[in-house]
């Protein structure tokens, strides 16, 4: 009985520890035009609400987004991120 007890206490403590939280993307975006212009945002955030972190870190990579107008203008979206 002790065994089960205590087996059951360690499935408690494990599924607390994934529990779900809020979560906080922080990433350095950057956009690029056509003619050489380059902004750049150090603090472009994303709160994640009440997530794990396994889902979290799905969601907050890396991502490059190339957009082009009617014109032929080519813009470039960089999201650079990392979970804290």
């Known amino acids: 009985m002790k065994k089960i007890t205590l087996l059951a206490v360690a ?9 779900k939280k809020d979560r906080v993307c ?3 975006y950057t956009h690029t035009s056509t ?11 994303t709160t ?3 997530i794990t972190k396994a889902d979290a870190k799905t969601l ?9 107008d009617a014109n ?3 813009t ?3 999201y650079d991120c990392k979970l804290k």
């Open 48 to 50: 994640y609400k009440s």
């Open 11 to 19: 499935a408690l403590a494990f599924s607390i520890s994934s529990c």
């Open 76 to 78: 470039v979206d960089v």
């Open 60 to 68: 907050c990579q890396k991502s490059t987004d190339t957009y082009v």
């Open 72 to 74: 032929g203008h080519t």
């Open 35 to 45: 003619n050489g212009n380059v902004s750049t945002d150090p603090n472009y955030n």
């Open 26 to 28: 922080e990433c350095v």
